[in-house]
């Protein structure tokens, strides 16, 4: 018997599962975000909930960047060259999976609904 309330999702539990799955399908660069989107926008129960999993660490990581990018630039001259190399391959990779990571999200979301 299953209710309303034990059918809701959960946004930590999605964003849980899309690190996971992202982390171990790493090797299938579009597949592999598109599964980890399913996954997690199923397990967020709703399409709403899925978007807000795959952004929310977006944004985490980004502030973690801005916030730890300043311990590298103390470091004389490397510092800063560190610290910008760095930022922009999170920012590449971010990027690069941002997009099937939703569009799973969505499909995985909306299943999740009916």
């Given amino acids: 018997m299953t209710t309303d ?6 946004i930590p539990a999605a964003m849980a599962w899309i690190l996971a799955l992202s982390a171990l399908l790493f090797w299938l660069p579009i597949l592999g975000s598109l ?13 709403g909930r899925a978007v807000a999993a795959v952004f929310l660490p ?7 960047t801005i916030l730890l990018g300043g311990l590298l630039a103390g470091i004389p001259i490397l510092g800063p060259i560190f610290a910008t190399i760095a930022g922009l391959g999170i920012w590449a990779i971010s990027f690069m999976n941002i997009v099937p990571l939703v569009i799973g999200a969505v499909i995985g979301g909306k299943l999740a609904e009916k």
Avoid: F, N
Wanted: no cysteine.
């Fill in 5 to 10: 309330v034990t059918r809701r999702g959960s």
């Fill in 35 to 47: 599964i980890a989107g399913y996954v997690g926008g199923s397990k967020a129960g709703s399409v």
């Fill in 58 to 64: 977006g944004a985490i990581v980004w502030i973690a």
